[in-house]
């Protein structure tokens, strides 16, 4: 498998503290607020959303602090990346080597991110490296071996019985939140199994048909 550990995205992952100092309660209502960006940008691609501090009731902290948090965010962005990413595993250590400075998305969330702060003379804090909850790739959709790690039926090349149902199949960032794409590439794998079940449990001689 030639291409396995290639072509990791991070979706445009962004994470950081929003220091919004908000005259408001943030953390009631809807989790996040958004997609939206500041007046005349020229992004592309990037959605930037705020997520509000929730379930504070619970959390046994000094009421001042509390109140502190309830004026502050977090903010999130994302958008589509290069999926240059390299995954490895060697003597039982992980690594991802991913540089996002050949990703374009980044300079888009960073003229996002200055243009905000810029406007509405607040402080948000994050860190230099990308954050996301939103791996992807690393066992690609291809053609063969030449080119990807599974079929279009979601079967590893060379490995039959093997299939990847998961993120780690997308070839492409969708630049956006990517669960009804896997949930869709999820289905279309199952499906296909299921035909093949089918298909080999009628082949058998006298073998009853398949109830899958």
Known sequence: ??????????????FGFWKENSDRDLS?????????RAAHSTSQSVQVLRAAIQGLDE??????????LRRNAFIVALG?????GVITFN????KVVYNKAESHVYHEIDNE?????????????????????????????????????IGANGEVFDNPGLYIADAAALPAS???????TIAVWAANVADRLLDTLK????????SAPCSC
């Open 91 to 94: 003597r039982g250590k992980f």
């Open 28 to 36: 009631t209502g809807l989790p996040l607020c958004g997609p939206f």
């Open 199 to 206: 298909e080999t449990s009628q082949s058998r001689p006298g």
């Open 59 to 68: 959390i046994p902290l000094p009421a001042f602090l509390k109140k502190w």
């Open 113 to 149: 991110i200055r243009e905000i702060k810029t406007r509405t003379g607040t402080r948000i804090y994050s860190p230099s490296a990308p954050i996301t909850v939103q791996p992807l790739g690393g066992a690609c959709l291809g053609t063969s071996v030449l080119d990807g790690v």
């Open 1 to 14: 498998m030639p291409r396995l550990g290639l072509g990791f995205g991070t979706n445009g992952g962004y």
């Open 80 to 84: 589509k990346d290069n999926n240059n």
């Open 174 to 180: 969708p630049g956006r939140p990517p669960s009804l």
